[in-house]
Structures are given as C-alpha cells and as structure tokens.
C-alpha cells in the first residue's frame, strides 16, 4: 500500500510541470477575455476601463472586413480539411500496393519529412520556388509564359496555401490510413481474389470498407477545425496584395490587436472564432460517435 502511494505521487509529480503549463499559458489569460467587452486601455487596466456590452461585435459584423475575414477562413480551412483527407487516403492506397519493403519504407520517410519542417523555413521555399525567378517560372517560360509574382496574385493564393499545406501534411496525415489497413484481415484479399477480384475491385470492395470508420471518423473530428486556417503558414505567406483572399480570422486579429491596438476589437474577434470553434468540436464528437461508434471520452 505504501508501495502504491509512493508511485501515485511520483506520477503526480511527473505530470505537475504539465498542469502548471496549462494553468499559466491556457488558464491565467482567459481572464483577457473580458477586453471584448470593453473599450480597454492599457493604461487604465481590466478594472479601469469603461463596458461597452456587446458593441464591439456589433461593430466587428458590420464592417466589410470582417466579413471576407471569415469567408477566407472558411474557404481556406474547409479546402484543406477535404484535400487533407482525400490526399493521405489516396497516398495510402497506392503506398500499401507496393510489395518492396524497403522501397515502400523509403518513399514513406522522404514524404514524411516535410511535416516535420517548420513554416518560417518552408515558407522562405515556397517564396523562392513561386518568386519571380523561381523554378515555377523557369519552367512555365519554357512553353513561352511570362514570368510572374504568384505569391502576390490574389486570384491563386487561396489555392497556392492549400496546395503547399497538402503537400507538407499529406505523408504525415496518411500515417493513420496506414495503420488501419495493417488491421484489415487479410483473408478478406484472398476470398476475393478467388472470386476472381483484381487490385481495383478489392480495393473498392473490401480496403475501402475496412478503413471506412477511420475516414469517417477523421472527416467528422475535422470539423472541429473549420475556422482554424493556419495562422502560421499564412503569416509567412501573405502580402497586402492578397488581403482580398488570403486574410484570415487569426491574421486578421494579428493585425488588428498588435498593430492597429484595438485591443477589444481583436478580443471580440478571437471570442467568436473560440465559441464557433467550441460549439464544431463539440457537434464533431456526437457525430463520430453517431456515425462511426467513436468516443472521445
């Protein structure tokens, strides 16, 4: 018994750094919240600075801003979650008809890599392969296409951080599909092929059915993400040329609250995103659970 407690209280050390992380960084600055509904400033402090109830919201949906702010988010963010689904799936399949072991080992690692890059690095790439002496443009010059500045092209930016975002996360998101179809029996491959089923057919009929859970159960927990565009690699990636599409919620308060100084205005901004986001995961776990029999907790 003296035995059990001791190692009960070194666990509860172990993970006492954690909670306090939490506590100071998650906890302690949710108390900022109340900014959105002040006209706050710094020099008078959370307690010296006059209410104003709702009227920063009411003011952050009135202005035009605002508006593409969340239409670019959304355009942005639910582009990624399909082909951040569809693209590790497919790469997956293709991956686990390939017999060789060390070649299937070898291709996984170099399209595993990128994840593990971080965006102020992978964004000096991007930049440089789209610049205006790029690789992008030394090939497209070779069918006689004058060069240009994609990167500041507001037409094609949406597409261009989807794009990159896909290809940095893919090898690593496809790990998971990767890992369900190692549980598909399989006796199930060999029935079909004496039923005369080729690799397409048992493809369709029996590992797409086998990981169908899986895929449900990531598109739905995805979702939860639908406002969280990546702040990230759009910060490295935008220009004031690409606001008009390529401004997001997170950029956008970026901008307003430690630029601008609208302290409350940008408060508000991140309020709505954090309850939106909120009541999305919480609708995404009763749909795995309805859906796919997924229980978060």
Known sequence: ????????????????????????????????????????NPGRG???????????????????????????????AVGKMILNLLFPLGFALLLNEVRIYSYKKFIQTIVYLPHFISWVILASVVLNIFGYRGVVNSITALFGAEPRVWMTDASIFRQLVIGTEVWKEFGYNA??????????????????????????????????????????????????NVLNAGFDQIYNLYNPMVYSTGDIIDTWVYRMGLINLQF?????AGLFKSVVSFVLIAGSWVMAYKFADYRVF
């Open 1 to 40: 018994m003296k035995r059990r407690s001791i190692l009960q209280l070194n666990y509860g050390l172990m993970i006492l750094p954690g909670f306090l992380w939490l506590f100071l960084f998650s906890i302690v600055p949710m108390y900022g919240i109340v900014m959105a509904f002040q006209n706050f």
């Open 46 to 76: 959370f307690f010296g600075s006059p209410w104003t109830g709702l009227e920063n919201f009411e003011y952050l949906f009135l202005m035009g801003d605002s508006r593409q702010v969340i239409v670019n988010t959304l355009v942005i």
């Open 175 to 224: 790990v998971i599909f990767l890992a369900a179809l190692t549980a598909i029996n399989p006796s199930l491959y060999e029935a079909a092929s004496i039923d005369g089923a080729g690799r397409l057919r048992s493809t369709w009929h029996v590992t797409l059915p086998g990981i169908s859970s899986t895929i449900v159960v990531l598109g739905v927990l995805g979702l939860g």
């Open 264 to 268: 409350s205005l940008a408060t508000a």
